[in-house]
């Protein structure tokens, strides 16, 4: 099975009334619990990867090797899009030419008129070679890769603006952040989320920050024309407690339980129980 582009997933999505879970890598560990669970669960699925993610793991042609080998390894026959997760102008094309199935870029943080002429530019080169297009108007608040943002909501008139350019699926911040939500966080924005909708038509619509959010308010969004949601802070979180209850318990002392792979398993299967929880959150299971 070879990667393939988020595009026509998310249409599918759309027309079905159900979201693609977009789950981000962070290590190895990670690549194999995501695609497990969405071949488990028969569902589509999106690997996301930000900057810092990139960095770490050597790069964008080596993490589209690394997926593939899995993919192949594991006999994973669902669709798998690797998509570039918050991309700049430059990681966008890197990931363009070492063999991503699709990118973000993200030219929020620009005046509109320079997010339109970068966004076009990539949606050309992008295009040109079968990979889908995310683009994002008005900043997802807390924090990416070191870079921390009050949330805010999208301009309807822009997003309309940035949807002309034909991008294949738009991150349009209603109030959503990244990380943990704070306990007075107000909720997300419905009436900016179906104004955006009105102008955007049937162009599917991407929800950042989807850690924490209640699931209620998930599916009213998946309603409204949501069908990309973006999990990464409660993976990992997840991974975090299965581990430090591996060291608690003394499991370390056991034969062989100093292995990395012994230490990370535990972590490995806790990634793995909160995608798929998201993916039947999501209502994707069995659409793959």
């Known amino acids: 099975m070879q990667l393939v582009s988020a595009k ?6 759309q027309k079905e009334h159900y979201a693609v879970g977009h789950f981000n890598l962070n290590n190895m560990e990670s690549i194999r619990a995501f695609l497990l669970a969405a071949q488990e669960t028969s569902s589509p699925i999106i690997l996301g990867v930000s900057g810092g993610t990139a960095k770490y793991m050597g790069g964008y042609r080596t993490i589209t090797d690394t997926v593939t080998g899995f993919m192949n390894f594991l006999g994973i026959t669902v669709p798998v899009a690797l998509h570039v997760d918050h991309g ?11 063999g991503f199935s699709s990118v973000m870029f ?5 005046p509109i008129a320079e997010n339109i002429e970068k966004t076009k530019e990539v949606v050309r080169l992008a295009h040109a070679k079968g990979i889908s297009v995310e683009a994002e108007v008005g900043a997802i608040g807390g924090e990416e890769d070191g870079v921390i943002a009050e949330g805010e909501c999208a301009d309807p008139l822009e997003c309309e603006r940035i949807a002309s350019l034909g991008i294949d699926f738009l991150a349009a911040g209603i109030g959503n952040i990244h ?13 900016v989320l179906a104004a955006i909708r009105a102008k955007t038509g049937d162009l599917p619509l991407v929800l950042h920050g989807g850690s924490g959010i209640p699931a209620e308010q998930v599916k009213k969004a998946i309603s409204l024309g949501v069908s990309k949601v ?8 997840a ?7 591996y060291f608690a318990e003394g499991k370390d002392l056991l034969s062989k339980g100093f292995t990395q792979r012994a230490m990370l398993a535990s972590g490995l299967e806790a990634q793995k129980r909160v995608c798929i929880e998201k993916m039947e959150m999501f209502g994707s299971l069995g659409k793959a």
């Open 8 to 13: 026509e997933m998310l249409q599918k999505a």
């Open 88 to 98: 700049t102008y430059e990681q966008a094309l890197d990931a363009i030419e070492n």
């Open 106 to 110: 993200d030219g929020s943080k620009y």
């Open 179 to 191: 990380g943990k939500y704070p306990a007075n966080w107000k909720g997300l924005n419905f009436n």
């Open 230 to 237: 973006n999990v990464n802070t409660e993976c990992q979180v």
């Open 239 to 245: 991974n975090c407690e299965a581990v430090k209850q």
